[in-house]
């Protein structure tokens, strides 16, 4: 699949553009945990070189004080109640959910064309009333996260159970690919920091 030429790193530290969002004594609800790993799945899903890159990427951007390691980044992944060891790690700062947004939107720059190119593809089958797999791509960013969902999420946790049918999963991974699009812009990282406390703040 085709990927984006990388964007260029920003000149200074992103992190220092996402403010602390209060109440939380510093770490970050179930929703916000849940919502950044499930991006970073649609990342997997899109193409796997990009989600093997991601701690050279996190290097790149100097996030490495935080996300150190691929393992490092793993224990970050795995604060989200949904996954199958996610109960071994309950935490997640707001300093780590920082540059897991960072590098999420950093990421999704990089694969703008590729989701635009999909979102487009998925509008011309609704329209036409076609299934997912007449698009050989769609439904191959399909069939991954499927996969990568049922690989890693908790089969018996009632939020993964909502989504036991090919359907439902599919509506998750394209609304996710929505979502990765708003990443990419100049004010991705403040979007989307934000929209993960949405509802949460009294």
Not at 8 to 29: K, Q, W
Not at 110 to 118: A, K
């Amino acid at each position: 699949m085709q990927v984006d030429r990388p964007p260029t790193p920003p000149d200074a530290p992103l992190l220092d553009t996402l403010p602390d969002i209060p109440g939380f004594n510093g770490t970050c609800p179930r929703r916000t945990r849940v919502q950044i790993d499930l991006l970073m799945l649609a990342i997997e899903a899109l193409d796997l070189k990009t989600s093997e890159s991601l701690p050279n990427i996190a290097e790149e951007l100097e996030l490495q004080g935080i996300i150190e390691n691929r393992v490092t980044l793993w224990r970050m992944r795995s604060t989200n109640p949904l996954r199958r060891y996610g109960s071994q790690y309950s935490d997640l700062s707001q300093e780590q959910a920082k540059a897991m947004v960072v590098l999420t939107c950093y990421a999704a720059r990089r694969l703008m064309v590729l989701t635009q190119q999909l979102i487009t593809v998925q509008e011309q089958l609704q329209r036409r009333n076609l299934p997912w797999e007449s698009s050989l791509r769609l439904s191959e960013y399909l069939e991954r996260f499927r996969a990568h969902f049922r690989s890693r999420m908790n089969p018996k946790r009632s939020a993964v159970v909502v989504y036991n049918t090919e359907e439902k999963l599919n509506n998750l991974a394209l609304s996710l690919l929505g979502q990765l699009l708003f990443c990419t812009g100049a004010a991705g990282p403040q979007r989307l920091w934000f929209s993960l406390f949405d509802g949460e703040v009294a």
